[in-house]
């Protein structure tokens, strides 16, 4: 029987500049994809698909805006945009909160950095981003 999981069973870590991070609680992107090569035979024969290079998208990481833990470090985040190599990694969780495979990994460049919306009318949660560009395929 196939371990279930959920999209909540993730423990999702980051590290940047060996600056370690904590956990985050969402992660979008990351998707593997790859060029599209075909080739046009003469006398109207099919199509033939060659294939491509693989890449992968951007990352983005996001928490919650905890002042005590995130304001004194996100000047700090935000100047490693461009530059600052940073490691994800996403454990799965089974149902009791305790690894369920080994870690995806990525690593990459930290992209941006984004405080979170500010509106006086809203009562919604504080959402810090930090975008990667990552390197080739996830390990």
């Not at 833990?69 to 305790?98: E, M, T």
């Amino acid at each position: 029987m196939p371990n279930p999981t959920r999209e909540d069973t993730w423990l999702v870590t980051i590290n940047i500049e060996g600056r370690d991070l904590g956990i985050f609680d969402k992660l979008e992107g990351g998707e593997v994809d790859s060029d599209e090569n075909k080739y046009y035979p003469g006398g109207m024969a099919p199509e033939i698909s060659l294939g491509g290079r693989q890449t992968i998208g951007e990352l983005t990481a996001s928490r919650y805006y905890d002042t005590q833990r995130d304001h004194p470090i996100f000047a700090w985040i935000r100047q490693q945009a461009g530059a600052g190599r940073g490691i994800v990694s996403a454990v799965p969780l089974d149902f009791h909160g305790n690894p369920a495979g080994p870690p995806i990994v990525y690593t990459g460049i930290v992209k941006t950095a984004n405080l979170p919306d500010i509106d006086s009318e809203s009562g919604d949660a504080a959402v810090m981003e930090i975008d990667f560009t990552l390197d080739g395929l996830v390990a």
